[in-house]
């Protein structure tokens, strides 16, 4: 599926939700003490959804996958504070707000991962580097891809004992 807005990426979603709910979570009495704690916290939240929207709208993969790299640093660094804060006796009332923030944090840190490994394996270099000349060649080799497999399948249905079916899983 291709995405128009960041807004409708599942992990920016999760991502914002995210934010929202250390901002929840941080208005306890327990992040009221002096320090820094509550402000990192929120800072870090709010900053994976935000290099998230940022890298969507840069224009090269190169771009995006650092923004998704940052974002899924400040994923960790929530967890890591999470941790940190889940540890204080004084937050034994948090603890289950807490550990539902951890994995979603975690969930946070998965999806970007994911979609950077997919980014890194791909021959599309971002809306910037799209010329006509890589658009022609990006839909020949979509329309190759296709051809293969309507030419593996009907060989398949042809002589099944000598192809395999090409929608089998291996």
């Not at 967890?79 to 979603?104: E, G, N, V």
């Not at 009907?154 to 291996?170: M, R, S």
Request: one cysteine or more; proline letters at 4%; aromatic letters at 8%.
């Amino acid at each position: 599926m291709k995405y128009e807005r960041f807004e409708d990426l599942p992990v920016w979603q999760a991502a914002i939700d995210l934010a929202q709910q250390v901002y929840a979570l941080t208005r306890d009495r327990f992040f009221a003490q002096p320090g820094d704690l509550r402000d990192q916290l929120r800072r870090a939240a709010l900053s994976v959804s935000n290099n998230i929207a940022e890298g969507f709208e840069r224009g090269s993969t190169a771009e995006l996958l650092a923004f998704l790299y940052i974002a899924r640093g400040s994923a960790g660094e929530v967890r890591s504070m999470l941790h940190f804060s889940d540890r204080s006796p004084q937050t034994a009332h948090l603890k289950s707000d807490i550990s539902k923030l951890i994995a979603l944090a975690e969930s946070c840190s998965r999806q970007i991962r994911a979609w950077a490994d997919h980014l890194q394996n791909s021959d599309i270099k971002g809306q910037r580097h799209l010329d006509d000349q890589a658009r022609k060649d990006y839909q020949h080799r979509k329309g190759a891809a296709a051809f293969e497999r309507q030419l593996a399948q009907t060989l398949h249905q042809a002589h099944p004992h000598i192809y395999p079916d090409p929608d089998a899983k291996a």
